[in-house]
């Protein structure tokens, strides 16, 4: 690698982890291995070099292949996804790009697998707006974490369900502030059991690993009656078993939710009444995402992930100039391992990768007691 890059690459990380002791991807580094793993690496290196990386991912990411062809083809894919990291890095130098458990992946298998929003190209027609709420007196920053609204990072696997724990992440949230109880909800019930359709948008209809929408999951909700706790409905990974939905059982219900208008105000003001909201984005930056904000120069508005909105702040965001730059607070669903601990800060701003195209806040909640 190129001494020059190397050290660039150093005094970002560096610069990165003062701006972000909380939370900082970096903090974490507790090895020789860690430091390696988290690098990117330029066009310029050595094929020795491309293979100690692969041996450390597959290490630290538990990898291995069925056959040397499927190891063989993994690795090429390893190489280009390093290559795109470096890539990631140059349009993205806020935020921290290397090594991630997707990194063997292709972008088609990653979109496939990992992510599971259908394409929405408009709101519904009859979607319910959300009331336009008083701005003036917004904290500067703002966490649902640190008031006990956000149960722990949960991961998906390979299912395209993100559509869902956006879905139940807003419930969580919503159910907590209506009873001060935390309940982790239950994805696979809406995996097995939501196949609601958009009746404007043919072909949106809920298809468990194979996509849905969030909006789409709280009108099923509706109708339904609720949704039952992950314990009592545990999650599987997979969309082969039949609903086996208990209605007894249901622990947070909808009374209504409403989309909110693409304005961040709006949008910030309805996440601190309303609790994490469900939110939409284009993950391309994600993949290859380690920590800091990520604030990227260019960004497809296509989105395909389902996260939840759980927070902004603001900090000095950028490595070289470190300037201040207000960012959301995103909860993924890929583990505890991904990202900043299986979160994601995301620069506000200019509505970065579509995050503010496709808002939902459930405004209110019956609740069930057992």
């Known amino acids: 690698m190129d001494r020059r890059l190397s050290l660039l690459l150093l005094v970002s990380s560096l610069l990165l982890a003062l701006s972000f002791p909380a939370a900082s991807a970096a903090d974490d580094v507790e090895s020789n291995d860690e430091s390696l793993i988290r ?26 292949y069925a056959t040397e062809e499927e190891h063989n083809y993994r690795f090429s894919v390893f190489k280009s996804n390093l290559r795109r ?12 790009h290397g090594v991630t458990q997707f990194c063997d992946l292709t972008p088609a298998e990653f979109r496939r697998n990992h992510l599971g929003l259908k394409r929405r190209l408009r709101l ?6 959300a009331l336009i709420l008083p701005t003036e007196d917004l904290p500067t920053d703002f966490d649902w974490r ?16 993100c559509w869902s724990f956006s879905t139940t992440g807003a419930m969580e949230g919503a159910h907590f502030l ?3 109880k935390l309940e982790s909800l239950s994805e696979q019930q809406l995996v097995d059991c939501d196949h609601e359709c958009d009746p404007d948008e043919p072909g949106s209809c809920d298809a468990g690993c194979g996509g849905g929408l969030m ?55 309805n996440l601190v009444k309303n609790g994490p909201l469900a939110v939409a984005i284009n993950a391309v930056f994600m993949q290859t995402y380690v ?14 992930h389902g996260v939840l909105l759980v927070g902004y702040g603001s900090g000095a965001y950028a490595p070289i100039r470190l300037k201040e730059k207000s960012y959301w607070i995103i909860k993924n669903s890929w583990g505890e391992h991904w990202g900043e601990k299986g979160f994601y800060k995301i620069c506000r701003g ?21």
């Open 39 to 64: 690098q990117v690496v330029d066009g310029e290196q050595e094929p020795n070099d491309d293979h100690h990386h692969f041996r450390l991912f597959k290490r630290r990411f538990g990898k291995s």
């Open 85 to 96: 990291a470096s890539r990631h890095q140059k349009l993205d130098p806020s935020a921290v």
């Open 124 to 129: 519904p027609s009859d979607a319910n707006k």
């Open 146 to 161: 640190e008031h006990g609204a956000v149960a722990p990072v949960k991961n998906q696997g390979m299912c395209g369900s």
């Open 178 to 180: 209506a009873t001060g």
């Open 215 to 269: 909006n789409s999951a709280l009108e099923y909700t509706l109708k339904a009656g609720g949704l039952m706790r992950e314990e009592d409905y545990p999650y599987t990974g997979n969309d082969r078993g039949t609903c086996k939905f208990d209605k007894t059982k249901v622990v947070a219900s909808v009374a209504n939710f409403s989309v909110v208008s693409l304005d961040e105000d709006q949008i910030a003001a």
């Open 291 to 304: 920590g800091g904000v990520s604030c990227p120069y260019i960004c497809s508005k296509r989105l395909d």
């Open 350 to 370: 200019r509505n970065i990768c579509g995050v503010d195209s496709m808002v939902s806040t459930v405004a209110a909640v019956h609740t069930t007691s057992r």
